[in-house]
């Protein structure tokens, strides 16, 4: 069974920072796309930012400057480096993987941006 696994999320103040982490654990498999999504109760779940293995990037408007998503091919690990967080980044952070047009979700890490 394929499983990732989220790390570094927490209760930071509004102009903090935090970094991400996502791992696999059980069965390793390559990943063509990694990524970030986020979703609050009753929003859909949204793309932060993706990353392919050949490191073509892509980011939500709403990150774009202050979020990086870098990947370790090899390990098929992703981290989200978040900036100048703002209150309204709240969010449960999922972490995701694509291969094959199928996708791999871990649970999520809660995501804190508060005063």
């Known amino acids: 069974q394929v499983q990732l696994v989220e790390s570094g999320g927490g209760l930071v103040q509004p102009g903090g920072s935090l970094r991400l982490s996502c791992a696999p654990s059980?069965?390793?498999?390559?990943?063509?796309?990694m990524g970030w999504y986020r979703q609050v109760p009753g929003k859909q779940r949204e793309l932060v930012a993706r990353?392919?293995?050949?490191?073509?990037?892509r980011y939500a408007d709403s990150v774009k400057g202050r979020f990086t998503i870098s990947r370790v091919n090899g390990k098929n690990t992703v981290y989200l480096q978040m900036t100048s967080l703002k209150p309204e980044d709240t969010s449960v952070y999922y972490c995701?993987?694509?291969?094959?047009?199928?996708?791999?979700w871990g649970q999520g890490t809660q995501v804190t941006v508060s005063s």
């Open positions: 990353i392919t293995s050949g490191s073509t990037m």
């Open positions: 995701y993987g694509e291969r094959d047009s199928v996708a791999y």
């Open positions: 059980g069965r390793i498999i390559s990943f063509y796309v």
